[in-house]
């Protein structure tokens, strides 16, 4: 038989019922946040327009020599919405009908459409950093201002993060149950497994992939260019700074140990939102310990900007070598938490 189980046409509806409302809600969303807007600023792409601050973020493009966002300006928004919702109609037909040579052909098409729409996004955010105006005002040599595809990076004073919204989440679950549901049934068919089973492989590995990158490493921490979260100055010795990772992959850097902690007392992130810290060695500046990793010295010899007074260490050697300097103990970062509180 070449027909389809029943619960992989369901699951075939619900994908037509997220299509459907992917056309009315934000599919990805780019986040810039700096000192002098400490709320942030928010551009929401739609299928069809753009949302958010698109005003005052065309001012400050205008400023730096990128061209300014109109939604005129871009053929996507044009096409975007039909192709979302002629898909929405393909995989309710391929529910209805139950056949599975039109699930593979449907799904095909939808996961290729995925990696163009991901290409065709970077093209786009590529043209916007790079084509500058050579006469604006604030002109870096050698500077580009081209956001992330995915994830943190930072673009002079701004801190800027993309991010995939309600839509773009609903849009990469369509494709992770399509790769989901060829793979069962390709397992039923035995004729067509060995002849799809390639194919399916890359994509699966592709997905993998995708999900992976959605990760945010740790950024290096430039004294005298980046600003503590907490306290607002510009971190003037990053021996004693850290940071914050947050679920979403935003960034958060503090110049001393007092501002970390005092930025989770005043609830600025819950620590359920919390994905990692990282602390810099104080023997290498360059490098960022994640907490699971870090040994923690407190001296009050030290006179870190804050008076937090703790450094971050690699490894024991490292840290009796700076007892023969700096006077002091080696604590637990529960120690240093449960202190903050008193």
Known sequence: MNNIKGWVRLLLVLCTVGLVISLFVPMWSIDLSAPQYPEGLTLL?????????????????HYIGMKTLHANDFFEFTILPYI?????????IAAIAGKRKL?????????????IAMI??????????????PDAAIKVPGMAYQPPLLGYK????FAAYSLPSTGGLIVFIVALISVFVCYIEMRQSRINAKRFAKPLTLILLACSTFMTSCSTNPSPIAAGSDQCSSCKMTISDSKFSSEIISKKGKIFKFDDTHCLLAFLHDKQIAEADVKAYYFTNFDNTS?????????????EDFKSPMGGNVAAFANESAVQKIQESFKGT???????????HH
């Open 84 to 92: 979302l919702g002629a898909f929405a109609v393909l995989y309710l």
């Open 103 to 115: 699930l593979y052909i449907v799904s095909g098409m939808f996961l290729a459409f995925c990696l």
């Open 120 to 133: 065709d996004f970077w093209r786009w955010e590529y043209n916007y950093g790079h084509d500058l105006n």
């Open 287 to 299: 490098e960022l310990l994640p907490l699971e990793k870090a040994i923690f010295y407190k001296s």
């Open 154 to 157: 930072q673009l002079l004073n």
């Open 330 to 340: 080696k604590v637990q970062w529960a120690e240093i938490a449960n202190a903050s």
């Open 45 to 61: 792409i739609y299928p069809g327009k753009l949302a958010g601050q698109v005003d005052i973020i065309n001012g400050l493009n």
